[in-house]
């Protein structure tokens, strides 16, 4: 019984980690054309003691900022550009995806756990 209680934990912590994931890719889609937006990234770590998956702090991403030429915009310089975002939306979308299939997974694995317990619940029921 308390591996499928520990089961249900691990797959309850991998669906908090994704859902966290799939939020902060949310956040760099909605800010792709926000100037001077750095992509967020989020690492996931072990918890130690029962291991468990937990998101590591969210850095930001320090690649290069887009360079957009638009000498109209309030915030282009002398040369009429100005710093866009780094997000690229295919590797959102693409890490979107993937967040969002990991969360099936370890859905599918809390629900059958779940019903296994329950199964064993009617068992000692009886």
């Known amino acids: 019984m308390s591996d499928l209680m520990k089961s249900l934990t691990l797959s309850a912590s991998g669906m908090k980690a994704q859902a966290s994931r799939l939020r902060h890719i949310s956040e760099n889609i909605a ?6 937006y750095h992509r967020k990234m ?10 468990s998956v937990a998101t590591g702090p969210v850095r930001l ?3 290069e ?6 000498p109209g ?3 282009a310089d ?3 550009h100005y710093d866009g975002s780094n997000v690229d939306l295919v590797i959102e979308i693409a890490d979107a ?22 199964s064993l619940f009617d068992l000692i029921r009886r």
């Not at 995806?97 to 329950?118: G, H, I, V, W």
């Open 31 to 36: 800010n792709a054309d926000t100037p001077g």
């Open 65 to 70: 900022l887009q360079k957009i030429y638009d």
């Open 61 to 63: 991403d320090q690649g």
């Open 73 to 75: 915009h309030p915030l």
């Open 78 to 80: 002398e040369t009429g």
């Open 97 to 118: 995806r993937e967040a969002q299939r990991s969360y099936e997974a370890n859905l599918k694995l809390f629900d059958q756990a779940r019903q296994m317990t329950q």
């Open 42 to 51: 989020v690492s996931f770590r072990e918890v130690m003691d029962n291991g």
